[in-house]
C-alpha cells in the first residue's frame, strides 16, 4: 500500500483584499486539492472559501487571538481537481495569505484518515518555536500534511517530527501587507497507524501561530470485509417416545 503523494504547490496569493492562488502545476483528474488561507481572524469566525460551494471545510477554525498586531488564523478547504473550480479567495480581513496544493492516490471514498486537529499560540505565549498538535491515525501509510501560519512575514524552517518518514516543507509565502503574514506548509509519510504527535519547527521571530495537521487516508486502503453472521442451530429431528400405547397394549392382554 502506497501513502498519498504530493503533487505541487501552485502560486501563493497575498494581498488587503480577495486574492486568487494559482492552480498547482501537474493536477490532473482524481487529485485532491487543499485550499490554505492565512488571515488576521479578527471576527473569530473561519476566513470564507471562493464562491460557488466546490470547495468543502476541513475540520474547523483555528484562530489565534492576541495583539492587534500579531493575531494570525488558519482555514482549510478541500475539493477533487477540476480544471475550471472558482479559486478566487475573498478577503479575509486585514490580509488574505493563500496557496492551494494537489495530492495524488488519495481515497475517493474517505480522503481524510481521521479528523484534522488545529491548534495555536496565542499572545502571551509567542516564541519562535512552532509547535503543531498531530492527529491519531487508524490507517496505515496516511500523508501528513502541516499547515503554520504566523502574524509576520518571518521564515519557516527546521521542521521536525521523528514519526514521519521525509517531512518536508513544500511552501512558505511570506507577506507585507497589512500587518504582515506567513503562510507555510510541509508533509511527511506516516507509515503505521498510530500517534503522529507533536511536529516542530522554528520561526524567524516570536509570532503568534495558527496550525493545522491533516492525515490524507491511501487510495489503496480497502475496508474490511465484516465477519460473517454464525449460522443458526439446525433444529433437532430428536422427538421424545410416547409411552401410553404399551400401558395400553398390557391392558388389553
Known amino acids: 500500500m502506497a501513502a498519498p503523494s504530493f503533487v505541487a504547490a501552485g502560486a501563493a496569493a497575498a494581498g488587503s483584499g480577495g486574492v486568487t492562488p494559482g492552480m498547482p502545476a501537474g493536477a490532473t483528474d482524481g487529485d485532491l486539492l487543499l485550499l490554505a488561507i492565512a488571515g488576521k481572524g479578527e471576527d473569530g469566525v473561519i476566513d470564507p472559501a471562493p464562491a460557488g460551494d466546490e470547495w468543502t471545510e476541513v475540520g474547523f477554525i483555528c484562530a489565534s487571538t492576541g495583539s492587534a498586531g500579531g493575531n494570525t488564523q488558519t482555514s482549510v478547504y478541500w475539493a477533487w481537481y477540476d480544471a475550471a473550480i472558482s479559486r478566487s479567495v475573498p478577503d479575509a480581513g486585514n490580509y488574505t495569505n493563500a496557496a492551494i496544493t494537489a495530492w495524488r492516490n488519495v481515497n475517493t471514498d474517505q480522503p481524510f484518515d481521521v479528523d ?138
Open 116 to 253: 484534522a486537529v488545529f491548534s495555536k499560540v496565542g499572545w502571551g505565549s509567542e516564541d519562535t518555536s512552532v509547535s503543531i498538535d498531530g492527529v491519531t491515525t487508524v490507517t496505515d501509510e496516511t500523508r501528513i500534511v502541516l499547515v503554520t501560519s504566523a502574524g509576520d512575514n518571518v521564515s519557516i524552517y527546521g521542521w521536525a517530527n521523528a514519526n514521519l518518514e521525509s517531512i518536508t516543507e513544500v511552501l512558505e509565502n511570506k507577506s507585507t501587507v497589512g500587518d504582515d503574514s506567513v503562510l507555510a506548509i510541509a508533509h511527511g509519510e506516516m507509515a503505521t497507524a498510530g500517534d503522529v504527535g507533536a511536529t516542530t519547527a522554528t520561526a524567524g521571530a516570536s509570532e503568534q501561530e495558527a496550525n493545522a495537521c491533516i492525515a490524507l487516508r491511501s487510495a489503496d486502503y480497502v475496508e474490511p470485509e465484516p465477519e460473517p453472521e454464525p449460522e443458526p442451530e439446525p433444529e433437532s429431528t430428536y422427538r421424545p417416545r410416547r409411552r401410553g400405547g404399551s400401558r395400553n397394549r398390557r391392558a388389553r392382554r
